[in-house]
């Protein structure tokens, strides 16, 4: 097994400059770090992280705050996370608050003060201003994913404009009768994800001279059973939408199956666009507004490494990053008739 002499012969570095090159706990040059972490993997080296923790006071563990474990974002977002943490040896723990608040003050508070975490990304949680000033006054990195937090770096989409590209890409196509589904909202903890991207529904909407018929917006859970049965129940109306804008690609996909149950073709008699890109939106043939989850997890974990290295002035004003988002046009969405 390769040792750290090793990595350092072959970089063409010393020992020294390998060793904190790898464990993060001096400066080294970008091309040396390049070299040597080109050097590491190429060897197959593997750190004694006993002794790096020793050594650095880091655990080189980073805890990953989820709501939950199930749903296809999270997986994704913490692929992202892990594939960029784990190649330059870094631990995932992962804590699933299961939506309770309680289970997420137990997190931040019991194992960040036992020092078992190095640095913490919450996930589609929205911190309060206790827990932020908590954690940073522990000296503990923190990265967000899912909307900007005050003194926090974070990574997210811009839900409004989400919600807005996809209604526009509706009426674009002559569509001028738009129901939307929406989801549950927890507004002290989902950075207002579902309110934005309906926001972004009406004003389009209203834009267009648009009526937003309240009967015509259904709020589900996300899922693609709840979204079906809701949209069953809209779409056996005697008026009923021409589109849909659903809040993201489960639901979209119960609103095809609640309109093929009912005989209605897609998209000659209903056009449905979602937000995700999950991958059996292309089985669907959905339109969708692509999200790139994993994208938004290897962003996170690039700037908690970053962070971590250099940790940025307390004025940084470049706190939030907004990461772009694609229309990908399929067979869902046609023109209204056709």
Known sequence: MAGIRDVAAKAGVSVGTASRALNGTGPVSAAARERVERAAKELRYVASYTATALKSGRSRNI??????????????????IADELIDVGYELALYNTQGSHEH????????????????????????????????????????????????????????????????AHLIGLGHREIAH?????????????????????????????????????LRSDFTLGDSYRQAKVLLSGRERPTAVFAASDEMAMGVILAARD?????????????????????????????????????????????????????????????????????????????
Request: no cysteine.
């Open 104 to 167: 997420q003050e137990a997190v931040l508070g019991d194992y960040l003060w036992r020092q078992r975490l190095d640095a913490v990304i919450p996930v589609s949680l929205q911190l309060s201003a206790a827990e932020i000033t908590r954690l940073l006054s522990m000296d503990r990195p923190v990265v967000g994913v899912g909307g900007p937090m005050p003194g926090v770096l974070t990574v997210s989409i811009d839900q409004s404009a989400t919600g807005a590209l996809a209604t």
């Open 181 to 217: 589904v929406t989801g549950g909202t927890d507004p002290e903890r989902d950075f207002h994800l579902t309110d934005s991207r309906r926001g972004g529904f009406e004003g389009e909407m209203s834009r267009a001279g648009l009526q937003v018929r309240d009967d015509w917006v």
């Open 63 to 80: 805890g990953v705050i989820l709501p939950a474990i199930d749903r296809w974002f999270y997986g994704k977002v913490v692929t992202g």
């Open 262 to 338: 009912l005989g209605l073709r897609v998209p000659d008699a209903l056009s449905v666009v979602g937000v995700d890109g999950h991958e059996m939106g292309e089985a669907f043939g959905l339109t969708t507004i692509r999200q790139f989850p994993e994208r938004q997890g290897a962003r996170a974990a690039q700037r908690l490494l970053t962070h971590l290295a250099d940790p940025p002035p307390p004025d940084d004003i470049n706190l939030h990053e907004v990461l772009p988002t694609e229309l990908v046009v399929r067979s869902s969405t046609a023109a209204p008739g056709e």
